[in-house]
Every structure is written in structure tokens, then in C-alpha cells.
């Protein structure tokens, strides 16, 4: 599960026209239901205004509370040895979310007489103090002191009233007197008097809803001052945050009954500001609200920013304006929902700040696509013939876009370009009341998706959906590259998500058919994620070859060939990933087809060099890490390199994982420019692995380098830049048309993680992103992995030229 930090407050629904107010629910309260609301003894006292004294009970559970049989007991404040408990007798029940009034003695003052009880007993109890009980049945209790009073298991709840009170929880409540009771601010019990309970004027209500002096329980409620649109505000943040807003008007558009339960209404008398959302969510936290689309409602709570992932400062994320501790009239039903707005945000994407908060920026939602989103947060609204842009994760998400014609790829993602063309036309699905369809890249929902705008972790504006189109299949499937021919030699990179051989059989299976079926079983497969033979379990282990062993023999069952495998174990728990996994980078290779050089001294801790050895470059170590001490390779995988030869020429291989973009600012957050803070050590990687191919270009310029594997970043990145700085090595995402450039989809953007790149003295080859995994919601990895065939260079351009025209000819032979 995802970490949310907690958050407070409730709301809960009333029936038609009546006004109930509740807030946070305690989980260490003793009474789920029943319990005291309001306690007053100066009845019928000098200055009183009401004739009776009187105890107030409530049920704040969703089922009526049966009390016949059950008792209202009263002990003096100063109870003293031969005190004694004055029972009342009860019958009938308790309404969920209802009163029932116990009236006691009256005195000779006051003129307001109680509304019609619902019991009746003649204790005088103490205008400023005393002690009352709710009790499961009707035999006098015998405690005096608070903690004999705890012991006792009939008593439902117990409150002290006044300062002077024994017994008590915790502590009693302030005094109150002749014109005023002790009551609770809401049907919280924390077990803490003083703090549930305040003084007031009193307010006895019966179960009918009958208030002193008002027989009429139901008059008009009326709309406050405050309009959603007030509390939206034209910024990111509610002008009103912290404050309480009362009868706040609008329809209610769509529930939610589990996670963050709570219910979305909306203004239907919008203003013509375009920068003010007219919808907004109100949260009820652990209880499901019962309200229903369609209720016209006032509701009264306090407003509150709600930060996905916690207030601190570290965390990027904006914030989701919201009510909470929320109390709701419903006028009446079934009205007619808002029109669901169709969603046409603008190209542009966030505004900036100089890398500060945007959060004060007055919102330009004609401008920026966020601040379009923004503006309609809470709000009902639309997405037409939704194309899915993003595959359906784990948790039922999935990404779409709402301009389907910006930055189209040829199989129906969105591609990511460059920092300054995020693609404002995303937005995130979740389940609302439907249930979102499971989905791949280019899959159409047809017809309308309807729901609403909020902001959650990981992903920003997200559509909570209550309403999905009809799913139609965009047809995509997993692609085949075509095999190598005779003179190519192929190297593939594939990140394969943490293998260890303690995964399922079914996992090796899947990724073996990968390498024989879909990349048609390369000469060399560069590996990232290979973990530990234990995987994440953190006992020391760093060997790998029972993974190696398990995925090799997978292939070999999948019609592949027998590969053999070369790396280096990692020191315990250096490389970074997954606590315990000792991840690294590692060869497959296949024998048959070439061979490896291999030069012992290679370990996690020793450099390799580049030497001369007849006139050109060969590797003092193989397989060799590049520079593993240097402070750039810090908790992350060290580069591997190995010398292979293949038709008597000699290729030099660097394996590559990178360190990772966890701990950058989001791209959706509150912080633009975003900070992305691990490009830095990224580029100081790139600068050791492109100084390497330095030290093999100056003892020998026409040596053939490639390098490949997961570099965490993408083509238009520093990192990347820096490898194909000088013109020695070229990038080669590069030579793909612009949309075709990824290999990884992230939040609904097709981008680039994954890359092969060769020395520019190699000038034969062929390149191709096998797409198997990220546009697919059933992926083997999350990355797709990609091949190049390429005619390594024999170092002479003259002697190149001859030999590929001669390998040319010998390919296009008739076999016999």
C-alpha cells in the first residue's frame, strides 16, 4: 500500500432539512453509540430561563440503540462515603444520529419549559457541578471514585460536570451555572470531559427533533456567506484555509465509499471568473457518507489543504482544497447534476517560479494546463473518446490524454521530448464510483469518461471516474525485431526489474521467451537488476549464480541458446536498490556466436584500465568496473566492462545502470522549475564512463565501445549530452524519428530510460526498441528492452569498406 499521512476531520449526511453535526471520531472512545450530549442543573434556579434541569442523550452509531431497561443516574459533586446515586428509569431507543431528552426536577424560576420529554425522573441535580451516568440497567450504581466507576461495566458513559466534581474522566468539565450547561461541541469522547464538553446556553432537543421553545424541528435552513467558488479562491491555495464556513451551497455530484471516503458537491449558479473552481471535496474520513448525487446540500465544515504525502517541505506535491469536520443539510433530492465540463486544457503546462512555490501564483488556466486542472478541482467534468496513454497499474490507474493530438507516438502513447513539453493534456484515472477498465497504450475508452478533478500522490490531477466509456482495444501488440544476420554481431540491454532465483519460475519464463522470441536471442545481452541469489532478503548474500543458472537454463527452454554469463558480486549492499538485493549489471553471451576475453584481477573494488597490447586497446581486467571507489558511484550500480571478440575484431561493452530519479521534485508540483536533483550524479556517472571510452579512443581510435543499459535519463538529458560530447560516441535514440524515442512510459509520457550507444567509427548498423512492457498493464518488466546489429569496425576504413562489400555478397549466397 502507498503511505498516506493521516488526516482529520468528518462529515456525515442528515435526512432532509436537519442539521447534524459531528467530528472526528476517537477510536478509544467506550461507546460506540449511546452517550451523554449535554448535561444542565440550574433549572428552574435564579435567573434561569428554562423550568427543569435536564440530561441530553445522543447515538452517534449508524443503528438505533435500544435503552429500555437502562437508567440516567445523577451523583452529588462532592460525593462523600454515604452519597447516593439517584437512578431515572429509561425506555424506548435512540434514532441513529438522534436525541432523547431526560427531564429532571423543576424549580420555581425560569418560564421556557423543556420540549416533551422522552423520560422523566425528579433528581435535583447541581447547577454547578455533579456527576451523571448512562447506565445499562436500572440498579443504583455504588462507585465514588473514578476509578471504581471506570471498573464498573455497565456504565456506558459518565460525565462530571463543574470543577468541584470527584468523580469524573479525566477531568470535569468548566462550571457551568443557572444560565448555562455543559455540552458537547460534537459526539466526540475522548474519555476527557474538559474536552469534550463546553459551556453554553442550553440546548435540550427531544427525538423528535423539538427544541425549548421551538416545536417546529424542521425550519428552513438558509445558505450561508460563502461559495465554493470563496473557498477555491484563484490561487492554488483557499484564501479561507483554517477557517469555518457555514451552509455552503451546491449539488452533490459524486460519492466515494472507501479510502478517502467523502463526497464532491457543486455550485450551480457558477461566476464568470474562469480561475475559480466551482466544485470542491468534502472529506468524512473513516465513515461513508450518505448523501447521494443529485442532493441539493448546505454544508458547514472547515476548510483545509490537503499535501498527498505530508506537509513536509521536502514533499513537492501541491494540495487538494477540501472541507472537513463537516456538518450537511440536504434541501432535497434528486435534482439534476452540473453538465460535466469537457476537459480542453491549454498546451502550456506550469508557470514558473524560479524553482519557489508557485502555490501564491494567481492561476492562468487559459495559459497552463495544470492551472486549467486546478481551476477545476472538485468539479464534474468530462473526457470524450479518452485515449489511454499510460497502461493500467496495480492499483487500478491508469493515464489518458484530453488532446490526443498532442505529441502522438505511432502506437497511441504521448511522447516526452524534451523538459519543456511535459504534455499538459495527461491526466491520471482512478475509480471513482466505476471502476476504470484495465487498459494498454493506445486502448480507447469510447464515449464519455465522467468524473472529477482532484489531486492525489503520485501523478498529480487525477480523474476519479464515475462513468467509463466503452473500452476498445487499440490492437497493439508485443513487437519481434528481426534476427541478426551472419556478419552482424547483436547486443542487446534489458532491465529485468529485480531478478532474483527466488522469483517464480513463471517470471523466467516470461523474460527467456523475451530474449529467444521478441529480441530473437542477441550475441550479447546487457542485464540490469540482477539481484542477489536471495533476492531482498538481508543476510549478507551477494552471490548471483543461482539467478544466472536459473535464467539461463530458461532461455535454453524457450528454444534459445545455452548463454554463459559474466559479472562482478557488488560488496554488501554498495550498489544501491532494493535493501538486501545486491542488484548489478551483468553479460549474457552466446558462445556460439562470440566470445568473451577474459582477463582475471576483476573485482568490486579494483578499476579497470585501458592497455595496449599490439598496437590497440585491450582491458587490463575482464570483466572490469569503471572507477567503483569514485564518490559518483555512491549507493548505485557500478559499470561493467567487457572485451568481446566477434569475426576476429574486437568489441568493448559497458554494461549500465545509473543511479535512479528518486527524491526529484515532481514535474506537476509545487516547485517550478522542478528540482531534479539526481541529474547531478547521473552526470558525473556519464563523465567517468565517457572518460573510459576516452582511454580506449587515445590508444586506439577505431576500437569499436557500445554502451548500453538503463541510464535513468532521458536522450535530451546532461547525462546523455556528456556521453556524446566530441562527437566519439552517438546516441543512438537519436536516429529514431522524434516520435518513435522511448522506452519507458512514466505518468503518461513515453520517454527515454534505456539506451544503446556506439563509437562513430562503427557506421553499419541496425537499431530497435522492442516494445513488450511499458505500454502493456501485464508487463514482465517496466522497461522494453532494445537491440542493435551492428558490423564492428575493423579500424581501417578502407579495409571496412572492402570486408562489409565481401560479408554483403557472402550473406546474399544461395544456401544449400
Known amino acids: 500500500m502507498r503511505p498516506i499521512p493521516l488526516r482529520v476531520g468528518l462529515a456525515v449526511t442528515a435526512a432532509s432539512a436537519v442539521t447534524l453535526a459531528l467530528a472526528t471520531p476517537i477510536h478509544a472512545a467506550p461507546s460506540p453509540d449511546a452517550l451523554i450530549a449535554e448535561v444542565y442543573g440550574g433549572g428552574g434556579n435564579s435567573g434561569a430561563t428554562l423550568t427543569r434541569d435536564f440530561v441530553e442523550l445522543a447515538n452517534r452509531g449508524a443503528a438505533p440503540v435500544a435503552v ?13 462515603a454515604t452519597s447516593q446515586w439517584q437512578v431515572t428509569p429509561l425506555t424506548g431507543s435512540i434514532a441513529p444520529n438522534g436525541r432523547f431528552l431526560v427531564a429532571q426536577a423543576k424549580g420555581s424560576g425560569g418560564t421556557v419549559e423543556l420540549p416533551t420529554p422522552d423520560a422523566t425522573g425528579t433528581t435535583a441535580m447541581g447547577g454547578s457541578g455533579g456527576t451523571v451516568a448512562l447506565v445499562s440497567d436500572t440498579a443504583a450504581l455504588t462507585c465514588k471514585t473514578t476509578a471504581d ?113 467523502g ?97 501564491a501564483l494567481a492561476l492562468d488556466p487559459a495559459t497552463y494546463g495544470q492551472d486549467y486542472y486546478e481551476s477545476r478541482e472538485g468539479m464534474y467534468v468530462q473526457v470524450n473518446d479518452a485515449r489511454v496513454v499510460g497502461p493500467s497499474n496495480s492499483f487500478g490507474e491508469a493515464w489518458i490524454t484530453t488532446l490526443p ?43 464519455a469518461t465522467v468524473g472529477n478533478v482532484e489531486y492525489t500522490n503520485f501523478g498529480g490531477y487525477t480523474l476519479a471516474t464515475k462513468t467509463v466509456g466503452e473500452h476498445v482495444p ?13 556478419h552482424e554481431l547483436s547486443v542487446a540491454t534489458y532491465n529485468v526489474e529485480n531478478l532474483a532465483a527466488t522469483n517464480e519460475q513463471a517470471k523466467f519464463d516470461r523474460l527467456a521467451a523475451a530474449v529467444v522470441t521478441n529480441l530473437k536471442s542477441p550475441d550479447v545481452v546487457v542485464l540490469e537488476e540482477i539481484q542477489d541469489n536471495n533476492g531482498p532478503t538481508d543476510d549478507g548474500t551477494v552471490a548471483a549464480d543461482a539467478t544466472f543458472a536459473k535464467f539461463t537454463d530458461a532461455i535454453v527452454a524457450a528454444g534459445g541458446p545455452r548463454y554463459q554469463w559474466r ?17 548489478r549489471v551483468a553479460f549474457l553471451f552466446n558462445p556460439a556466436r562470440v566470445s568473451f576475453v577474459d582477463r582475471p584481477g576483476g573485482d568490486a573494488t579494483t578499476a579497470v584500465s585501458v592497455v595496449r597490447q599490439h598496437g590497440r586497446a585491450a582491458l587490463s581486467v575482464s570483466p572490469g568496473r569503471i572507477a567503483p571507489a569514485d564518490p559518483a558511484w555512491e549507493n548505485s550500480r557500478k559499470p561493467l566492462v567487457g572485451e568481446f571478440k566477434f569475426r576476429g575484431r574486437t568489441v568493448f561493452v559497458v554494461a549500465n545502470h545509473f ?30 564512463v565517457k572518460a573510459f571510452v576516452d582511454q580506449v ?82 508487463q514482465a518488466s517496466d522497461h522494453d528492452p532494445q537491440v542493435v546489429k551492428l558490423r564492428p569496425s575493423t579500424g581501417n576504413a578502407n579495409v571496412d569498406r572492402l570486408l562489409f562489400q565481401l560479408e554483403d555478397v557472402v550473406e546474399h549466397l544461395p544456401r544449400s
Open 68 to 80: 429500555a431497561g437502562w437508567s440516567v443516574q445523577y451523583l452529588p459533586a462532592s460525593a462523600s
Open 149 to 261: 466507576c471506570a471498573a464498573d461495566a455497565r456504565i456506558r458513559d459518565l460525565v462530571g460536570y463543574g470543577t468541584s466534581t470527584v468523580v469524573r474522566e479525566t477531568a470535569p468539565t468548566a462550571n457551568p451555572g443557572n444560565t448555562t450547561s455543559a455540552a458537547r461541541t460534537a459526539l466526540t469522547d475522548t474519555d476527557d470531559n474538559s474536552a469534550d464538553f463546553a459551556i453554553g446556553a442550553p440546548t435540550p432537543v427531544n427525538t423528535k427533533g423539538e427544541g425549548a421553545g421551538n416545536p417546529d424541528p424542521d425550519p428552513e435552513p438558509q445558505p450561508g456567506d460563502k461559495r465554493i467558488r470563496d473557498i477555491q479562491g484563484t490561487t492554488r491555495l483557499s484564501p479561507l484555509v483554517g477557517q469555518k464556513v457555514t451552509g455552503v451551497p451546491g449539488v452533490v455530484t459524486a460519492t466515494r465509499a472507501t479510502g478517502d471516503r
Open 263 to 359: 463526497f464532491w458537491f457543486q455550485d450551480t449558479a457558477p461566476d464568470a471568473d474562469p480561475r475559480t473552481s466551482e466544485g470542491v471535496f468534502v472529506y468524512t474520513a473513516g465513515l461513508t457518507p450518505t448523501v447521494e448525487p443529485g442532493d441539493e446540500v448546505l454544508v458547514s465544515g472547515t476548510v483545509a489543504e490537503y499535501r498527498p504525502g505530508g506537509d513536509a517541505a521536502s514533499n513537492s506535491n501541491q494540495t487538494l482544497t477540501e472541507l472537513t469536520g463537516a456538518t450537511v443539510t440536504v434541501r432535497s433530492k434528486g435534482n439534476a447534476l452540473p453538465t460535466p465540463e469537457v476537459l480542453t486544457p491549454p498546451a502550456g503546462y506550469l508557470p514558473t517560479a524560479g524553482g519557489g512555490s508557485i502555490e
Open 405 to 447: 493530438a498532442q505529441n502522438p507516438t505511432p502506437r497511441g502513447g504521448t511522447i516526452y521530448l524534451g523538459y519543456d513539453q511535459p504534455n499538459s493534456g495527461r491526466i491520471k484515472v482512478k475509480a471513482g464510483v466505476a471502476t476504470p477498465p484495465t487498459s494498454n497504450v493506445g486502448d480507447v475508452w469510447r464515449g
Open 474 to 486: 487499440g490492437g497493439i501488440t508485443p513487437e519481434q525485431t528481426d534476427a541478426q544476420r551472419n
Open 567 to 583: 559479472q562482478i558480486d557488488p560488496v554488501n549492499k554498495q550498489d544501491g536498490g532494493q535493501p538486501g538485493g545486491n542488484i
Open 659 to 688: 543511479n535512479s530519479k528518486g527524491g526529484d521534485q515532481a514535474m506537476h508540483g509545487r516547485y517550478q522549475e522542478p528540482v531534479r536533483g539526481s541529474e547531478v550524479q547521473r552526470a558525473q556517472q556519464a563523465a567517468l
Open 697 to 778: 579512443k587515445a590508444v586506439d581510435r577505431g576500437a569499436n565501445v557500445v554502451i548500453a543499459g538503463d541510464i535513468n535519463d532521458y536522450q535530451f538529458s546532461p547525462a546523455v549530452h556528456t556521453l556524446t560530447a566530441g562527437g566519439d560516441v552517438v546516441a543512438l535514440m537519436d536516429t529514431l524519428p522524434a516520435n518513435e524515442r522511448y522506452s519507458y512510459v512514466f505518468e503518461g509520457n513515453s520517454q527515454t530510460l534505456d539506451h544503446i550507444l556506439i563509437s562513430a567509427n562503427i557506421t553499419r548498423y541496425r537499431y530497435d526498441v522492442v516494445h513488450i512492457n511499458a505500454e502493456f498493464a501485464d
